[in-house]
């Protein structure tokens, strides 16, 4: 080798201009380990993670960085070496993301999983649905998905708000929840799984949303408690689209496939013709700074 050993999950051509003086192994998958796992120093894991992943971190003796393809890294921080820089997906998947945020909601409050029903039925139903303008959509974890999400409201004429972690100019805590609930008529989850955030959605919380307000989560399955939201759907008390579950993929026996008020897209928010040409440029921009010395971007420090 005559630099430090990299694993892609791709061909490195993919980004266009790769950085001299490391050298590059393409591992799309990791069913058979290769010899040179004690040698790996930056790892770009496939964008599916699954166990396997977290298998074969402990063997990488010689590593130094974690480069995901995805946003959220909880599946991974816990069995990331210590003295291991993780490194998130930040900007990958804003533009996918934040399409499917709108799309869900608009499908969910013009009715459009309906008509796709009475097509099938091959029947006629007009009707009166409820338009987003005018509307109040409370964002949930303010970080660059988010951005990417409010930019996308804005011409649709409603107000949005912003919740993170701590407030900032424009942007409430956390902990405002509680008073900013019952004013919002769709609330969009985008913040990471964490201690803090898992079950952040709780019977509490369901009850403080106004009534017929809409929950969309594409943040993570566990940040909503099941059973809640189950009864919360079943009540009539409110309406949810969900592109995250708990677990995943939902079982064919959930309770939640038979709610009322309730869309399910796949965990598919990321996964669109958009994310690629953006993973190769992150990765690519992120090679270069390590091949020169410099400090990497999108270190992971809790902050949604």
Not at 124 to 146: C, F, M, N, R
Not at 210 to 235: I, K, M, P, Q, Y
Request: with cysteine.
């Amino acid at each position: 080798m005559t630099g430090p050993l990299v694993w892609l999950p791709f061909d490195p051509a993919e980004l266009g201009d790769p950085p001299d003086g490391l050298d590059y192994e393409v591992v799309a998958s990791l069913e058979e380990v290769p010899a040179s796992v004690e040698d790996v120093e930056i790892f770009v894991p496939p964008y599916s993670v699954g166990p396997e992943v977290r298998d074969v971190l402990p063997r990488m003796t010689s590593l130094k960085v974690v480069q995901t393809l995805t946003a959220g890294v909880d599946n991974l921080r816990d069995v990331v070496p210590d003295g291991v820089t993780l490194c998130n997906g930040r900007g990958i998947h804003d533009t996918s993301t934040a399409e499917l945020v709108l799309t869900l909601t608009l499908a969910s409050l013009r009715g459009v999983p309906g008509f796709v029903r009475a097509q099938d039925r091959h029947e006629w139903t007009p009707g009166w649905h409820e338009s987003l303008a005018d509307k109040q959509v409370l964002l949930v974890g303010y970080g660059a998905i988010g951005a990417a999400i409010e930019a996308r409201l804005t011409p649709f004429e409603c107000q949005v708000v912003k919740v993170a972690r701590t407030a900032r100019d424009g942007v409430h805590a956390i902990d405002a929840l509680p008073e900013l609930l019952p004013h919002a008529h769709v609330v969009v989850l985008v913040l990471p799984l964490t201690d803090e955030t898992r079950g952040l959605v709780d019977a509490t919380f369901l009850a403080r949303m106004r009534d017929g307000a809409l929950l969309v989560n594409v943040a993570r399955g566990a940040v909503v408690g099941t059973d809640a939201l189950v009864e919360a759907l079943h009540a009539g008390r409110v309406r949810a689209a969900l592109d995250v579950v708990d677990p995943e993929p939902l079982p064919a026996d959930s309770p939640l496939w038979d709610c009322p008020g309730l869309l399910v897209s796949p965990h598919v928010g990321g996964s669109s013709s958009a994310m690629w040409p953006r993973a190769y440029r992150l990765v690519r921009d992120q090679l270069h700074r390590l091949a020169a010395g410099e400090q990497p971007v999108n270190v992971m420090t809790g902050e949604y």
